[in-house]
């Protein structure tokens, strides 16, 4: 499949940065310990397409680390936010990442999954890394931001990218930036189907 010359151009910061903002406008739900989880799971399990992203409190020190903090799915009704810090919301993330039934959709997933399997064991199935996709069709840009503006025409801030992921109640703001990753990633995902790559 060959690309149209205009998707494989270099776009620049200023026109990524011209294009209007869009943020996730649907339903989200923080799911932090049992309460919603079966609700969530349901809601994941009845797709076949889902957006996938984690969150991790930046490191500010030299050898500092932290694990993920969040795991996000979006799927076609709602965003699900999954704060890792509980058992048994981990084990309901490596479930739906081990359901080979739903492709799960994401950039920068290598990364993403290495660092969950240090907070809980699963095997991965059905993961597409849309940023790998773009690259193998001679996309040059392949960041969700970049492959946001040159695939859909719209702009995803990053204002709130290394705030505290790890806090036991997220902002307003942490809450759609994270919805936002996982939505734009499906939304890509979808776009990627359409031309047929």
Excluded at 2 to 9: D, G, I, Q
Excluded at 33 to 51: C, K, M, S
Excluded at 75 to 103: D, K, P, S
Excluded at 177 to 194: G, I, K, V
Aim: proline content about 4%; glycine content about 8%.
């Amino acid at each position: 499949m060959t690309l149209p010359s205009e998707l494989l151009r270099h776009v620049s910061r200023e026109e990524i940065n011209a294009l209007p903002i869009r943020r996730y406008e649907g339903e989200v739900r923080v799911v932090s310990h049992g309460h919603g989880l079966a609700q969530a799971l349901a809601d994941i399990l009845r797709e076949t397409a889902i957006g996938f992203d984690t969150e991790t409190r930046p490191a500010f020190r030299p050898g500092e680390s932290y694990p993920p903090s969040l795991a996000q799915v979006a799927t076609a009704r709602a965003a699900y936010i999954f704060q890792l810090r509980h058992r048994e919301v981990a084990a309901a993330v490596a479930q739906v990442l081990a359901e080979e039934r739903i492709v799960k959709a994401g950039v920068g997933l290598a990364y993403d999954l290495k660092a969950l399997k240090k907070v809980i064991e699963f095997g991965e199935k059905s993961v597409v890394d849309l940023g790998t996709v773009a690259s193998r069709h001679g996309l040059k840009q392949t960041g969700v931001r970049n492959l946001a503006g040159l695939l859909l025409g719209f702009r995803i801030p990053k204002g709130t990218k290394t705030t505290n992921w790890a806090r036991s109640k997220l902002t307003e703001q942490q809450i759609v930036y994270a919805a936002t990753d996982a939505w734009a990633c499906r939304e890509l995902y979808l776009r990627f189907r359409e031309l047929g790559l």
